[in-house]
């Protein structure tokens, strides 16, 4: 919530004490009902707040606006209403963008909020004429920090629209939500699904749209990378996973495209590419990148801000993943190494990876990228060396997740992941200096262990001409060897 006042924060304070010290957490708390008005690409929400559910006082209400850096306009929201228990109006004021504080209790609300189709993203809701996405965390009202976040939702759409969602669904329309910050559903005319099963786990493929590749691809892909990074984990992230492929309009730029991974839920939003071979690349890159996500951080109890840790190391180990099912060379996998290591070097205003991924979404997001890329490099290589080939950062991964998964006590993200690298033996120079210092990255000597030439203004990073035993050794564990495996297979 943005700053308020100095008088309102005195007189909120005690409001949200109140709220907290009494709030009690129990099934859905709210039963709201969400109407689709694709004519005018907005919804009307109304709900109430169930009695059963908390015996505390409702005086305040906000919005989320700013879904994963995704800017949302805080004032959207229009024609709200307010009522108590007995269908008496309540009036209110807005105290900022998104925030609004009634004159007394009320347990009923109403308003409509627009979704323009020109705000498409991954992250947040909107609608066009014929689909869209519904993103129950954008939508719905928040009331203070100890609420429940469980919901009955009723949907109401156009005649001809489908839903397609994870969550459990009653009688008509009908939703019960156990967590509202990560559901999403599905709406439009012409949703098509696929649906295959892997041990204990049902994935469903929504699309919406064409792209150069066919669905059945799409579902092969999914399953490849899928079974892949159970391999790795070692556990499923969940017992059900939706992935939904939303076409944009054809007259956005080609190659324009969004993802996101919330709890069980993957969303590509995407334009295609020219050519047929780009747009199979892209869509394995996307998937490969994004169904990592399915296990962190969406399938560990760990809070706070370690972007760079579970977006650098999902780039590194989905590279590992490219090379080995020969989706890309071993070149290619150097290639992108040594772009990470270009970016990092020309950064003018270095950070931390722990402070830049506190301010992610202040224009920090490539430096985490590269830089979260380059230390899960590193980290491999250092691993590798030390246990003769049999250590490595996918082995860091399964750690993470066993010691760390749901049903473990939440835990704070950036102690718990310095602490599984140091008890694998990832050395504490290079947490030192690259995550929580801001040095430049310096690699010359992992590359030199691991037979890589480093990069000169001719060419970027290569294979020495004659590796020796030991540099043989972590070549074949990094994938350079890759083609010959499955030429033999």
């Not at 719905?140 to 429940?148: A, E, F, I, V």
């Not at 064409?210 to 990378?225: G, R």
């Amino acid at each position: 919530m943005s700053k308020l006042t100095t008088a309102f924060v005195r007189f909120s304070g005690a409001i949200l004490l109140i709220l907290q010290l009494f709030y009690i957490s129990n099934a859905q708390s709210i039963d709201a009902e969400i109407t689709v008005d694709s004519k005018r690409q907005s919804v009307v929400v109304s709900g109430r707040f169930l009695r059963t559910a908390s015996p505390s006082a409702h005086f305040d209400f906000y919005f989320v606006t700013s879904p994963a850096g995704q800017a949302i306009t805080a004032d959207r929201i229009s024609d709200v209403r307010l009522s108590d228990r007995d269908g008496r109006a309540i009036d209110f004021k807005r105290l900022a963008p998104g925030e609004y504080l009634a004159s007394g209790e009320f347990s009923a609300w109403s308003y409509r909020v627009p979704l323009a189709a020109s705000k498409m993203n991954a992250h947040s809701s909107w609608i066009t004429n014929d689909y869209g996405m519904i993103m129950l965390d954008d939508l719905l009202p928040k009331t203070g920090k100890g609420q429940d976040h469980g919901a009955r939702v009723t949907l109401k759409l156009p005649a001809d629209w489908q839903i397609s969602s994870l969550e459990k669904r009653g009688a008509g329309e009908i939703y019960e939500v156990a967590d509202t910050d990560k559901a999403i559903l599905y709406v439009g005319s012409g949703l098509r699904t696929q649906s295959f099963a892997k041990g204990g786990v049902s994935i469903n493929i929504t699309f919406k749209g064409e792209w150069l590749f066919t669905d059945l691809e799409a579902v092969s892909m999914a399953n490849e990378i899928f079974v892949e990074y159970r391999k790795i984990f070692g556990v499923d992230p969940a017992a059900a996973i939706q992935i939904a492929l939303l076409r944009l309009p054809k007259d956005i730029a080609p190659g324009t495209w969004q993802a996101e991974t919330r709890g069980r839920n993957i969303t590509l939003v995407s334009s295609d590419t020219n050519f047929r071979t780009q747009s199979l690349q892209r869509l394995h890159e996307q998937l490969r990148h994004e169904i990592f996500h399915l296990w962190i951080p969406n399938a560990v109890n760990l809070t706070g801000s370690y972007d760079w840790f579970y977006e650098g190391f999902a780039l590194y180990q989905s590279l590992k993943l490219a090379v080995s099912v020969n989706r890309i060379r071993f070149d290619d996998f150097l290639d992108t190494l040594s772009r990470a290591h270009s970016i990092d070097s020309r950064q003018t205003r270095r950070l931390s990876l722990i402070e830049a991924s506190r301010n992610r979404f202040r224009g920090n997001d490539t430096q985490i990228y590269a830089r979260g890329m380059l230390v899960a490099f590193l980290s491999d290589i250092s691993l590798l060396e030390r246990s003769k080939g049999k250590v490595s950062v996918a082995d860091l991964l399964r750690k993470l997740v066993s010691v760390h998964g749901q049903a473990a006590p939440s835990a704070d993200a950036t102690a718990a992941v310095l602490g599984v690298m140091k008890t694998l033996g990832v050395p504490s120079e290079i947490v030192e200096k690259y995550v929580n210092g801001a040095e430049p990255i310096a690699w010359k000597d992992a590359l030199r262990s691991a037979g890589i030439e480093p990069p000169n203004t001719q060419k970027g990073l290569s294979v020495i001409s004659k590796p020796n035993g030991r540099q043989k050794l972590l070549l074949d564990k990094l994938g350079y060897n890759n083609w010959r495996k499955l030429s033999s297979r």
